[in-house]
């Protein structure tokens, strides 16, 4: 595709709802990586796929999130349980090999746990 | 452990005049930086990036950043702003041992005066 692309754009939730975050990355690109961005924060990383490598899930803030990636395509996040401190925006970027290769990123989805 | 510092969470300019955005890092091995931007409803774009070499860097828009290993900073530069560089910007590292993870810094938003 084009660019990176994330769905939805905007997710309301209740607490103790679970959600799921989709990622298409640009086709070809073999590293994806989630992000967490707070209001007024910076990007926290989640986790790291790179190819058919165990992923880096060092990011993953606690045992309600997890994340899967089939072959070098679409990525999922899912957040369990959901709280209100999960609100952010989820960012997910793909870059062609992962060997500090530029990252390009997708519009983000907006998460929001009443 | 390794992280990126950005001093200045908010900086104000006028059209025109100069800008110096601050990052400093912390990373035992050979840094992979970059900066980013991110503009109001959009998504992070690449600015520029270093991995090796010329210490000073030459980016997009008119963006330059200098690399000082002995103080451990990425300063990014721009001699003449203009009323589109008002956005967030966000220095990061790319971690070359054992994983491909980036650490971002918690960003400096820019607001330009006319």
């Known amino acids: 595709g084009a660019g990176v692309s994330q769905s939805p754009s905007n997710k309301v939730t209740e607490k103790g709802k679970d959600v799921e975050l989709r990622c298409d990355p640009i086709s070809g690109h073999t590293a994806l990586y989630w992000y967490r961005q707070r209001l007024g924060q910076g990007l926290e990383f989640l986790i790291y796929?790179?190819?058919?490598?165990?992923?880096?899930k060092s990011g993953l803030p606690s045992d309600r999130f997890s994340a899967e990636r089939t072959g070098e395509s679409v990525s999922t996040l899912t957040i369990q349980r959901t709280q209100q401190e999960d609100s952010a925006v989820y960012l997910c970027?793909?870059?062609?090999?992962?060997?500090?290769?530029?990252?390009?990123f997708g519009p983000g989805t907006r998460l929001t746990v009443l | 452990a390794q992280s990126v510092t950005q001093p200045d969470i908010h900086i104000t300019v006028s059209e025109g005049a100069s800008l110096e955005l601050r990052c400093n890092y912390s990373?035992?091995?050979?840094?992979?930086l970059f900066w980013y931007v991110q503009s109001p409803g959009q998504g992070l774009q690449l600015l520029l990036k270093?991995?090796?070499?010329?210490?000073l860097v030459q980016g997009i828009k008119g963006f330059e950043a200098e690399f000082k290993r002995s103080q451990s900073s990425f300063n990014l530069r721009k001699p003449s702003v203009h009323w589109s560089d008002a956005a967030e910007y966000f220095c990061a590292v790319a971690l070359t041992s054992g994983t491909y993870k980036y650490i971002f810094g918690t960003g400096t938003r820019l607001k330009v005066l006319a």
């Open positions: 990373y035992g091995a050979t840094p992979y």
């Open positions: 796929f790179q190819g058919n490598s165990a992923p880096d």
């Open positions: 970027a793909s870059s062609r090999d992962g060997n500090t290769d530029t990252q390009y």
């Open positions: 270093y991995f090796s070499g010329d210490t």
